[in-house]
């Protein structure tokens, strides 16, 4: 049995694993688990116009429960062994398959800081970047209004206070987070910062150093691969053409805005 990624490239850190084991050549197979299902959701628009998305067949939403029992993607299955989480996914992956040294540097402190942005990133840019879309997008459908205006504007601060961080301890004024060369906590920020792009908020706008940073990552790993794993990301909008079951939205709603209290 092959090596099976469990992933739904509307997620960041399924969007991570799957660029990196593309970029690298990885054998897998590539089961989709749409966390939005039809069931769920409704019938989800087609992407828009652009590359073209993986082809994975029927939604693998059933299978990942006997993947990862957290029943959440990514998940990665290689034989009889099982694996949930993305850094332990591709941190997996880069030692399995030996990927070059700089995604995960053989050097201590390389190591190290790598190490370091991984640990800082979960409470600073993943704590505010996917709460555009919910604010913008997924709520919305869900509630049938608009949130206040003031609610984004204090989730865009946090996330202001956040990319200041990135560029002033993280980037400084290299090309890459660790020094000349992408690593795995490139990947791992980008992907998170493409989630308000994708809702219409450009954060790279008037960041001209986060921008040139952006573009060395998506030159670094194939612009064309780039711009496919995003695609769903960039059409999220679509999926306010959704016709939710009125009973699904009275439940979910007020769960929906706990969220993001």
């Known amino acids: 049995m092959g090596l099976e990624l469990y992933l739904d490239l509307l997620s960041q850190p399924c969007r991570?694993?799957?660029?990196?084991?593309?970029?690298?050549?990885?054998?897998?197979?590539?089961?989709?688990?749409?966390?939005?299902?039809?069931?769920?959701?409704?019938?989800?628009?087609?992407?828009?116009?652009?590359?073209?998305?993986?082809?994975?067949?029927?939604?693998?939403?059933?299978?990942?429960?006997?993947?990862?029992?957290?029943?959440?993607?990514?998940a990665l299955k290689?034989?009889?062994?099982?694996?949930?989480?993305?850094?332990?996914?591709?941190?997996?992956?880069?030692?399995?398959?030996?990927?070059?040294?700089?995604?995960?540097?053989?050097?201590?402190?390389?190591?190290?800081?790598?190490?370091?942005y991984l640990s800082w990133h979960h409470a600073n840019i993943r704590a505010n970047a996917p709460k555009t879309m919910w604010i913008k997008v997924l709520i919305p459908l869900f509630t049938g209004q608009p949130l206040p205006s003031e609610k984004l504007q204090e989730v865009m601060d946090g996330l202001s206070t956040s990319l200041k961080q990135f560029e002033e301890r993280f980037l400084q004024d290299k090309a890459f987070i660790i020094g000349s060369e992408i690593s795995l906590a490139?990947?791992?920020?980008?992907?998170?910062?493409?989630?308000?792009?994708?809702?219409?908020?450009?954060?790279?706008?008037?960041?001209?150093?986060?921008m040139e940073w952006r573009r060395r990552v998506e030159d670094a790993v194939g612009k064309e691969l780039f711009f496919q794993a995003h695609e769903m990301i960039l059409n999220?909008?679509?999926?306010?053409?959704?016709?939710?079951?009125?009973?699904?939205?009275?439940q979910l709603a007020p769960v929906l805005m706990k969220m993001l209290k």
């Open 78 to 116: 290689d034989g009889d062994f099982t694996l949930a989480e993305c850094t332990a996914i591709l941190l997996y992956l880069s030692r399995k398959y030996n990927t070059p040294d700089h995604w995960y540097p053989s050097d201590i402190q390389k190591r190290a800081r790598v190490d370091e």
């Open 236 to 250: 999220i909008k679509e999926l306010s053409n959704i016709q939710i079951d009125p009973q699904l939205k009275e």
């Open 186 to 210: 490139d990947l791992v920020a980008i992907v998170e910062l493409m989630q308000p792009v994708g809702v219409g908020c450009d954060i790279f706008e008037d960041r001209p150093r986060l």
């Open 16 to 74: 991570s694993i799957y660029i990196f084991a593309r970029s690298n050549n990885i054998p897998f197979e590539f089961k989709h688990v749409e966390l939005f299902k039809d069931s769920v959701l409704g019938k989800r628009p087609a992407a828009g116009s652009g590359a073209e998305q993986p082809r994975a067949g029927p939604s693998n939403s059933e299978g990942t429960g006997k993947v990862n029992l957290l029943k959440k993607v990514p």
